[in-house]
Structures are given as C-alpha cells and as structure tokens.
C-alpha cells in the first residue's frame, strides 16, 4: 500500500493505492492521526486502491466518528465497484459521505 498526502485549502487529502489490509492499516491510521491535529476535512481518495480488509473499514468508521464530534467532515472519494461492495455489505453507504 502507498499513501500520497496533500494539503489544499483546509482540508488534507490521502491518495490510497494498493491493498488496504491488518498489515498495511498502520501506517494509514497513523497518518490520519497526524492529520486530525491539522485539519476538520479529510478526504481519502480510493481511486488506485485495490482491496479493503475489516481492519482499514475499523479506521474510516473512528476517523469519521472523530471528525464528526470536532465538527468535521470525511469525505470518501474515487471508489472503485469491488471497494464499494464492502461498504455496501456492512451498510457504510448510507453513513459515509462519498463523491
């Protein structure tokens, strides 16, 4: 997995590529972690990623939780079908916000 971040007025943008897996989860949450402290909108873009596992749906749903408590916004971009059929199985389409 590669994430790419980007800063563009007030919100912060990590581009996910690869496979979203309980090895590879770390190192994006501590990414949103860091980000928290510097902005109220995150957008993950999913365009290149290629498969999410429990462990990355366990970080999307405490960053939006997060977000939502400091009157923030997630915003869940570019994903693919076979992503989109995860969240649609664990009923994340209707909580998330995705463009």
């Known amino acids: 997995m590669e994430i790419e971040k980007s800063v563009d007025e007030g919100s912060i943008t990590f581009t996910v590529s690869g496979r979203l897996t309980a ?12 980000a928290l402290s510097e902005t109220k909108k995150l957008i993950l873009d999913f365009n290149s990623l290629e498969y999410l596992a429990s462990t990355g749906l366990r970080i999307i749903i405490s960053t939006k ?3 939502d408590i ?3 916004e997630l ?3 570019n994903v693919s079908a ?6 649609e199985l664990v009923g994340l389409d209707d909580v998330l916000t995705f463009e």
Do not use: N, Q
């Open 65 to 67: 939780k997060k977000l």
């Open 70 to 72: 400091a009157g923030g």
């Open 75 to 77: 915003v869940i971009r």
């Open 82 to 87: 076979p992503v989109m059929d995860v969240f």
């Open 23 to 34: 090895v590879t989860a770390e190192e994006l949450s501590s990414a949103v972690e860091a």
